[in-house]
């Protein structure tokens, strides 16, 4: 919020005399919309970090593969259950970030462990493969900011 606050009035300084009401509040509206989507969100600390325990990157792995996250800083709670600090798995495979504004999908290569696991056993075709992990709060949407591991790249044999 200071921020915006410090970017309106700069904004408003350097304005015009004549236009400068009307510059403003375009900008406070702006800024106003902005920060009200950023504040949308469930906050998660800024300290937290999201991880694999296993495997790790560039690991060559037969399948079933078991795959342990790891969350520091934070609680793992089920979905549908509104705890401070806390929020629940989702596993990305072969697939980029979903939108950060909104549920994450619920399909083959976008997986929920809603109950608050924290592992899993996963068949995975021979090949490479990309794994990459976000946690979503009690209704399944991205934390602000935004809690996502690094993306992992796995070969398996």
Do not use: W
């Amino acid at each position: 919020m200071k921020f915006y606050k410090y970017l309106v009035l700069n904004f408003y300084n350097k304005c015009e005399k004549k236009n400068h009401m009307i510059k403003a509040q375009i900008l406070i509206t702006l800024c106003s919309i902005l920060s009200l989507d950023v504040l949308a969100g469930t906050p998660a600390p800024l300290n937290a970090e999201l991880y694999f325990i296993t495997p790790s990157n560039g690991d060559i792995v037969s399948s079933p593969v078991t795959v342990k996250f790891g969350l520091r800083n934070m609680g793992v709670a089920p979905a549908g259950v509104q705890v401070e600090n806390t929020g629940h798995h989702h596993l990305l495979i072969d697939i980029d970030l979903p939108a950060m504004n909104q549920s994450v999908p619920k399909d083959n290569q976008h997986l929920h462990f809603g109950n608050g696991q924290t592992e899993t056993e996963l068949e995975l075709a021979p090949g490479k493969h990309t794994l990459q992990l976000l946690l979503g709060d009690f209704s399944h949407v991205p934390h602000v900011p935004p809690l996502v591991s690094d993306k992992i790249t796995v070969t398996v044999e």
